[in-house]
């Protein structure tokens, strides 16, 4: 009895290595195959369109719905919270109710890369120093720019500043593609020094030097 269990305890040993092992084509069985090779999803990649589907009310049965976008109420990593007042008249005037998260003053670095962000976004319309003379405002092609430094303009919270930013208003688009939510507020607070140069926090003149040149390069 004992030699019957070992022999069968040694075929079914032998069962299981040779149905487990195999060629690199063929490795064998596999106990959970779909973990061992899952489907693969490229963002970018095409995909097959008798598999996958961006239309969300085909999906199912053998249709894959993939559409590259994240998941609703998601952000990425270090990104500030979402901006979700509404693009509506009712939005724009709740907008001067919303405080900018960024508590602290730019200190030099920080100065210097907004000012940089601004000279490349907004110094071809609305000018180095803000007041509307940029290459685009001086050149007839555009009309209607806002000038910065006016007291009506000034007079707006960084709410609403960062909500024109955000949708844009008038002849001015969006920038929501071009800047992050963390650009688009270290831009108003660099439109604040603009605005109210005396009043701006001191920086040391290395950042004010190559802010100023930045400025230069846009007016060419």
Not at 132 to 155: M, R, Y
Not at 176 to 205: C, F, H, M
Request: charged residues 20%; hydrophobic residues 35%; positive net charge.
């Amino acid at each position: 009895m004992k030699k019957n269990n070992i022999t069968a305890f040694v075929l079914g040993i032998t069962i299981v290595a040779v149905s487990s092992c195999g060629g690199k084509r063929n490795p064998g069985m596999d106990y959970m195959p779909d973990m061992g090779r899952s489907r693969a999803f490229e963002a970018y990649a095409m995909h097959d369109t008798l598999l996958f589907t961006t239309d969300a009310h085909r999906r199912g049965g053998n249709m894959i719905f993939y559409n590259s976008m994240p998941v609703p109420g998601t952000m990425k990593r270090g990104e500030l919270s979402p901006y979700t007042v509404s693009n509506d008249t009712i939005g724009y005037k709740m907008s001067a109710s919303v405080k900018s998260p960024l508590t602290d003053t730019l200190d030099a670095a920080g100065l210097e890369e907004a000012g940089r962000l601004y000279n490349i976004n907004c110094g071809i319309c609305h000018g180095a120093k803000g007041a509307a003379d940029g290459p685009l405002a001086v050149s007839g092609k555009v009309g209607g720019i806002a000038n910065l430094t006016q007291p009506t303009i000034a007079g707006l919270s960084d709410g609403t500043m960062f909500h024109v930013i955000t949708y844009g208003k008038n002849l001015m688009g969006s920038y929501a593609s071009q800047l992050t939510r963390q650009q688009r507020w270290e831009i108003i607070k660099y439109v604040r020094t603009l605005q109210n140069p005396k009043g701006a926090a001191a920086t040391d003149s290395t950042a004010a030097k190559k802010v100023a040149d930045s400025a230069a390069v846009v007016k060419k």
